[in-house]
T-cell receptor
Framework: GDSVTQMEGPVTLSEEAFLTINCTYT??????LFWYVQYPGEGLQLLLK?????DKGSNKGFEATYRKETTSFHLEKGSVQVSDSAVYFC???????????FGKGITLSVRP | DTGVSQDPRHKITKRGQNVTFRCDPI?????LYWYRQTLGQGPEFLTY????????KSRLLSDRFSAERPKGSFSTLEIQRTEQGDSAMYLC??????????????FGPGTRLTVT
């Protein structure tokens, strides 16, 4: 079945540091890939997505590239801010409108 | 859009009791999803509806769980004879559906269930 593996956390960084959060996947079909973010006290929000190989999703300074050859979708940001502190989930979906399969999530804390 | 709403936000119940949660999707969103999230884990799919039809159910959805969407608008998720292992955050999401493209799922704030 489909699965998503995220690197172990939590991650603590200083403001303006470079961020990489690893995500790899296993899927039976050709998935769409997503990063969701959950800020403290809020619901899940879509951060970015990519629907085919070599696509790059980007939003709020975050980027992730769909790498089919390595089945990866790593999240990066060049300079994190305190306001980026949240839980980040990698997810995939096979089929146009079917269920999402999530990774375990990783907590990011950014220190001033 | 007012967003996806869920009620209640928190529920504490004793083992063996029945509980029911409600989800109101974004209006005109045909698809409605239920997920469960336990501490330290990502959300896990439970079931989804297209309009009033329940199209898929996860193996996680034991026979103590039942979900309905009677008029294709709001949905309810009922858990009968609750167990401590049912303690989790129950998330609802909705999305439009069409023939072109893939559509984002919009999540509600969740209902946190604690079974004592």
């Amino acid at each position: 079945g489909d699965s998503v593996t995220q690197m172990e956390g939590p991650v603590t960084l200083s403001e303006e540091a470079f961020l990489t959060i690893n995500c790899t996947y296993t899927a039976t079909g050709y998935p769409s890939l997503f990063w969701y973010v959950q800020y403290p006290g809020e619901g899940l929000q879509l951060l970015l997505k990519a629907t085919k190989a070599d696509d790059k999703g980007s939003n709020k300074g975050f980027e992730a590239t769909y790498r089919k050859e390595t089945t990866s979708f790593h999240l990066e940001k060049g300079s994190v801010q305190v306001s980026d502190s949240a839980v980040y989930f990698c997810a995939l979906r096979t089929g146009a409108n079917s269920k999402l399969t999530f990774g375990k999530g990783i907590t990011l804390s950014v220190r001033p | 859009d007012t967003g996806v709403s869920q009620d209640p936000r928190h529920k504490i119940t004793k083992r063996g009791q029945n509980v029911t949660f409600r989800c109101d999707p974004i209006s005109e969103h045909n698809r409605l999803y239920w997920y469960r999230q336990t501490l330290g884990q990502g959300p896990e799919f439970l079931t989804y509806f297209q309009n009033e039809a329940q199209l898929e159910k996860s193996r996680l959805l034991s026979d103590r769980f039942s979900a309905e969407r009677p008029k294709g608008s709001f949905s309810t998720l009922e858990i009968q004879r609750t167990e401590q292992g049912d303690s989790a955050m129950y998330l609802c999401a909705s999305s439009p559906v069409g023939t072109i493209g893939t559509y984002e799922q919009y999540f509600g704030p969740g209902t946190r269930l604690t079974v004592t």
